[in-house]
């Protein structure tokens, strides 16, 4: 079971391997946006929670921050993947 996890894993590093730069690229720098602002939006939801004094409109604001991250790098992946697989033919 966990020989055949590791190979499915090995598969799909040699494919990222075999990617071309650009749409590798776009995918490594869309994951570093997605991470900043993860990490922006959970600094403000604990923020808002334990130090500072409870605004819903803050709350609001800081937990669809981190709602749009993931989208973000949804998009980034998948539109990477899509650059890699038109433009590979």
Avoid at 42 to 68: E, G, H, R, W
């Amino acid at each position: 079971m966990q020989a055949n996890l590791i190979k499915k894993i090995d598969k799909i590093v040699d494919a990222f391997n075999k990617m071309d730069k650009m749409p590798k690229a776009l995918i490594k720098y869309g994951c570093y946006v997605f991470l900043g602002l993860f990490v922006i939006g959970t600094i403000m939801v604990l923020l808002n929670n334990t130090i500072l004094t409870y605004d819903s409109y803050f709350d609001l604001l800081s937990k669809s921050i981190v709602k749009v991250s993931f989208s973000i790098a949804a998009e980034v992946i998948i539109g990477g993947l899509l650059l890699d697989f038109v433009f590979k033919k």
